[in-house]
């Protein structure tokens, strides 16, 4: 291998003149933790309400949890981010599109949105099976108490389907935080992208990416090591997860 | 809004779109499917073998592909691919390799590690009594996987792998960044040469669609059918 490695690399200053390469890849990193961030609280929400929609009586909410989850499974996430920042503004009205894409900081909102709804579809799948994992026995239960749809759902079915959900939400979490990289497409200055330009400015290919990686790895052990603590503490005793 | 929509520029590119781009894109699932599964065998074998060490290292390969971003991966392989290939073949300068080998090698072995996960959730399944019935019957370690273990490990997996294949098809798209012609590539080229980036990206939005969707809707069938037999 006739590659030249420089490990010094990291601190020496980077052209764009906000600092060290280092500087560089942090501030990549720090939007990666951001817009995942964003990313899974919408992620959630939508996911959330799109999958008890699945689980409701009603056959049109049932049918809108469908198309939903159809919709935003069937497509890849570059294509989506593509169709929300290049396709929506010339959609919409003109001045609500020039509006859009003279809004600074676009990327990063339309990584957040995009890549929310984008795992929302799976956050729905989950939180949908949670709740079909439980005992038919429960609904009847709380239907034979008098209880409302709307109160069979907060008083007796998601309390526990949140605690059953909990451990494979976690795995989304990090599929997340890995989908903010596909952002680097429409300009955000992710991690990846940050390492991908330190690596057409300085030629240090392997230097870059090494440490990317390993800023991937920590932030992947710090959520499973969090989570953990997490899942543990909800965990239903006597039930598949609980201990 | 939809006034000036262009249908036109779609079908001047159809062909450009279909021969050059989901070609491409198809091989690559393909083959990355073929490869990825056996690879993704082989690793769930060594995860689930008792030799020292084996396991140790088919986990450690499974976790760091499954903890990096699929982008990063490609950059990866992209520039190390070079390098690797002049180790092997001696060369004195870093080996060309083509876009398609390059992504080939990247998607085999980064969709490896999904499906040595499921592979062992397959082999898991099969009851421990049958290996044990096998080597009783004289076969050896690869016999037993061979005729025993892995069809039946397969045919268990079936949906889920293929379900997979989905998720690797939608994945390619990302070669994007490599500038290569899938059929996203092709559908972007084609967009900012003639200016109609509304038109293709909701063309190429279609076509990933429907084809996910009868794909899922087939392996949903498939589910169906093998879940009475079992």
Known sequence: ??????????????????????????????????????????????????????????????????????????????VQLFLWFFVLPELLPHAWGLWLKQLPNAPFYTAAIGTGLFMSA?????????????????????????????????????????????????SEFLSTIKNTSVALTIGLIELTAAARAMQEFSFQVFEAFTAATVLYLLINIVVVIVMHFVERSVAIPGYISGK | MLANFDFDVIRRSLGYLFFDGMTFTLMLTGLATVGGIIWGTLIAMMRLSGVWGLPRIAQLYVDLMRSLPLVLVIFWFYFLVPYIGQWLTGASRPVRVGAFESSLLTFTLFEAAYYAEIMRAGIQSISRGQPAA??????????????????QAFRNMLPVLLTQTIVLFQDTSLVYVLSITDFLGAASKVAQRDGRLVEMYLFAALVYFVISSIASFGVRRLQARIAIVR
């Open chain 1, 1 to 78: 291998m006739n590659y030249h490695w420089n490990w010094h690399i990291f601190f020496e200053p980077s052209p764009n003149g906000t600092g060290t390469y280092l500087d560089m890849l942090l501030s990549g990193l720090m939007v990666t933790i951001v817009t995942s961030l964003a990313a899974w609280v919408i992620a959630l929400a939508t996911g959330a309400i799109v999958g008890v929609m699945r689980t409701l009586p009603s056959k049109p909410a049932n049918l809108f949890g469908f198309c939903y989850v159809e919709f935003f499974r069937n497509m890849p996430l570059l």
């Open chain 1, 122 to 170: 799976r956050v729905a799948e989950q939180t949908r099976a949670g709740i079909n994992s439980l005992p038919r026995g429960q609904r009847m239960a709380a239907t034979a108490l008098g209880l409302r749809t709307a109160q069979v759902y907060r008083y007796v079915l998601l309390p526990i389907a949140v605690r059953i959900v909990l451990p494979p939400l976690t």
């Open chain 2, 134 to 151: 096998a080597s009783a019957l004289g076969l050896t370690y690869w016999q037993t996987m061979r005729y025993v273990v892995l069809p």
